[in-house]
């Protein structure tokens, strides 16, 4: 909770898509905590349902920027952090919003994060087009669903540890053999919010929300 971690103030904000379950706590965030700039895809930007109308007429009473993302994007916050978009290509149309996720690669002291957003169908093949080499952890594409969770993905990225945000329907012996490889597979349902924390030793803690266990790399 940004209140209890006594947060007022906030860089930068990332928006995955336009699909509610993504998005609906941005309004309560933004009446509780100044934020300066909004990250986003020209697919939400552009929306013209109610939703995302109410939202794009929030941001501008907010007064926060509002930066359009697409690939080869990439911004060094300092020498031990640099975010890369990977996806999604600019001018591009997707046949969904899912298809048009936001996806960063986040680069911390040497620690690797992949974010997914729910990126699927042709998002996901035009992703996988990019060399990346291994991750060190990655959110599970589209809350785990078969089809966003491929074995050509597993195999293009590699991941050590993989967080799946899901509910309780889920294929979990599904993503356990697709995922076979990892060291680890977190899904929030069973073990609450995944915290990360990357100290300056570059060895990557994580705990659980639910069983409070703490380990590091």
């Not at 509610?20 to 909004?38: C, G, K, R, T, W």
């Not at 060094?76 to 969904?96: A, M, N, T, W």
């Amino acid at each position: 909770d940004f209140r209890q971690r006594g947060v007022q103030y906030l860089d930068r904000v990332y928006l995955s898509h336009a699909d509610l379950d993504h998005y609906s706590a941005f309004p309560d965030l933004l009446e509780e905590i100044e934020i300066n700039e909004v990250v986003t895809t020209e697919s939400l930007m552009s929306s013209s349902e109610s939703n995302l109308q109410y939202l794009h007429e929030l941001m501008r009473q907010s007064e926060c920027r509002v930066q359009v993302a697409t690939l080869g994007d990439q911004e060094g916050v300092d020498d031990e952090f640099q975010i890369d978009i990977l996806h999604p290509k600019q001018r591009l149309r997707y046949s969904s919003d899912n298809a048009a996720s936001l996806v960063l690669l986040l680069t911390c002291r040497g620690q690797r994060i992949l974010l997914t957003g729910d990126v699927e169908a042709e998002g996901l093949e035009s992703l996988m087009d990019q060399s990346i080499g291994s991750v060190d952890y990655l959110l599970s594409p589209h809350h785990g669903s078969r089809a966003a969770n491929t074995a050509e993905l597993a195999k293009w990225c590699r991941p050590k540890r993989v967080v799946v945000f899901s509910g309780y329907r889920l294929e979990l012996e599904y993503l356990e053999d697709i995922y076979a490889e990892a060291e680890e597979l977190y899904v929030t349902h069973r073990d609450g919010a995944v915290i990360i924390e990357i100290p300056k030793t570059g060895r990557g803690q994580w705990r659980t929300w639910i069983s409070h266990s703490s380990r590091t790399d």
